[in-house]
């Protein structure tokens, strides 16, 4: 029987380099920063949600790193990164992706339901684009919490389980990057809530609206530019938000002084 470790690599090692906004080689300067460039104005939310600038001397473990390119933001901070990945191709483009740039990080091939690090060894634990597609999402957010030291810094994403983009795949087939993964889950606010409830100050930060593709082509593409972006950036902020994408979890771990 194949284990989900290694369903997991194998699948990601093919599609960890499959960024359909480049035509550049993989691990050149230019195809990092045209993902990175691409990814940014995508996810807009995230400069103003995570301070990657904030954590100067601060112990980060980015669990899911990928190519490194939100690892690397958190490095050009200051502060001491690790990444991990399942998949041993991933690993070798973050580094490469690192030393180009000319940052220091460490990075790992493993498992983040599985993690060899000691308890309580990171300032913070930074988990993005990763929860939808790992095996047993309570494991690995399990394995986050203990490996996060008191009054550290959890940051997870998690798609919503009422997203706009995944009723529109379910009612027209819009594409979805990676639905073809092993693994896809879903989960609401409650469900989010529910996996991060021994740590305090949890807040949900609702993210990630339309907006124009520049990857995908067709009728349906130049449909949805034209016409359904502008029109769901006219519905008030107040009525849509359920519908977000993105759940982005932000939350601390207890110290054992809080009060009770």
């Known amino acids: 029987m194949i284990e989900p470790t290694e369903i997991l690599s194998e699948y990601w090692n093919r599609r960890v380099t499959d960024w359909k906004i480049t035509n550049r080689e993989p691990g050149t300067e230019a195809y990092f920063r045209e993902i990175e460039s691409y990814r940014f104005e995508k996810l807009d939310y995230l400069p103003r949600r995570v301070d990657y600038a904030g954590y100067a001397g601060r112990r980060v473990l980015d669990v899911g790193c990928g190519l490194g390119t939100d690892t690397s933001r958190f490095a050009a901070g200051g502060a001491i990164v690790t990444g991990i990945d399942v998949a041993e191709r991933a690993i070798e483009m973050a580094e490469r992706n690192f030393a180009q ?42 394995e986050c919490i203990r490996v996060l030291k008191p009054g ?66 067709g009728a349906k593409a130049a449909l949805f530019n034209a016409f359904f972006v502008p029109l769901y950036r006219l519905v008030p902020l107040s009525f849509k938000r359920s519908c977000c994408h993105h759940l982005l979890v932000v939350a601390r771990k207890g110290n054992g002084l809080d009060a009770t």
């Not at 060894?121 to 988990?127: A, H, K, L, P």
């Not at 809530?193 to 082509?217: C, F, M, N």
Request: charge should be negative.
């Open 101 to 142: 740039r000319g940052l220091t990080g460490s990075f790992e091939v493993m498992n983040g339901e599985a993690m060899s690090y000691a308890d309580q060894s990171f300032d913070v634990i930074y988990c993005h684009t990763v929860l939808q597609f790992t095996a047993n999402p309570e494991q690995l957010v399990s």
């Open 152 to 217: 550290g810094t959890l940051i997870l994403m998690g798609i919503n389980k009422y997203s706009w983009l995944y009723a529109m795949h379910l009612l027209l087939r819009i594409k979805i990057d990676y639905l073809d993964s092993p693994y896809y889950h879903l989960h609401s606010k409650k469900q989010l809530h529910e996996l991060v409830s021994t740590l305090s100050d949890v807040v949900i930060h609702q993210e990630r609206y339309p907006v124009a593709t520049k990857v995908h082509g």
